[in-house]
């Protein structure tokens, strides 16, 4: 049974301001005023998932100066993750800052703002720089969410997760770089056509392996390459298997269960002898 009863109470601990999400979903609870309702009172929170251990955890990003840019990967030719590395490749990379991965084979990159600076939320960010559609829609696929967000380890009913990353956490969150806040803020955009590479981030690589995907012939291969993967770069148990899981799901088809288990099971084996090297 999920209980997020101690991961609300941590983050009231740390500080931050933090409201329920309706179970197994991004939905703020019924009457409820989502992301207005959010505090740090500890009896407040307590008495929220006291009622319910199972409720979502959503962060209120504004109270703490937060932004966070959501990568995601939408079905009409939108890939935020794509379409970041060519923002990279044109400015810079990310600084190292905390990261999740989304239920939806997305990624969040969590950033905080200088003091009086203000951002927008926006849906299909950097219209100048990658379109839109014919309704107008920014077709980027990247988000800028500045309100509330919900955070791992909320789960959705199908049971993928919000999943934090490289072993940071809230307290890891970087400054936003500069390249990015002023085109945020209407700074004059590049175009982006013909772009050089860029060496790819721990977050990065690990995202495209989980999302690469094999097929038939493939697939312990696939599984058992990532969990060394995982491993050597030092990603613990719990982890370790939520990602495993996210990942067979991209297979084609997918392994049962009991497959997986095993591959993960032989790998941490390994792992403590010694005798995983990664790739």
């Not at 840019?69 to 600084?95: A, Q, T």
């Not at 803020?185 to 721990?202: D, L």
């Not at 990602?243 to 497959?259: G, H, M, Q, V």
Request: aromatic share 8%.
């Amino acid at each position: 049974m999920v209980n997020n009863y101690d991961r609300a109470i941590e983050l009231q601990k740390q500080g931050y301001s933090i409201y329920p999400l309706s179970p197994g979903t991004k939905i703020p609870l019924q009457g409820s005023n989502g992301w207005n309702d959010a505090t740090n009172d500890l009896d407040q929170i307590s008495n929220w998932w006291e009622e319910d251990s199972s409720r979502n955890v959503g962060l209120m990003l504004k109270d703490h100066h937060f932004i966070v840019i959501d990568l995601d990967r939408h079905d009409k030719g939108m890939d935020g993750v794509e379409n970041c590395k060519k923002l990279w490749s044109k400015y810079d990379m990310f600084p190292p800052t905390y990261v999740e991965a989304t239920p939806g084979n997305g990624i969040h990159f969590f950033f905080k703002l200088p003091d009086g600076v203000e951002i927008s939320q926006e849906t299909g960010a950097f219209k100048e720089l990658f379109g839109v559609d014919e309704a107008g829609n920014g077709r980027s696929g990247i988000d800028v969410i500045t309100y509330g967000i919900p955070i791992a380890p909320s789960i959705m009913t199908n049971g993928t997760k919000y999943i934090s990353l490289d072993g940071k956490t809230l307290n890891d969150t970087a400054m936003a770089p500069g390249w990015l806040i002023d085109l945020l803020q209407g700074g004059k955009p590049i175009k982006v056509e013909n772009y050089r590479p860029v060496s790819k981030t721990n977050t990065a690589m690990k995202l495209d392996l989980i999302t690469s995907g094999a097929g038939e012939g493939g697939r312990n291969d696939h599984l058992t390459s990532l969990c060394g993967w995982l491993l050597w770069h030092g990603v613990d148990n719990e982890t370790l298997v939520e990602l495993i899981y996210t990942a067979n799901a991209y297979n084609s088809p997918p392994l049962d269960d009991k497959e997986v288990n095993k591959i993960i099971k032989s790998m941490i084996k390994k792992d403590v002898r010694g005798k995983v090297h990664g790739s």
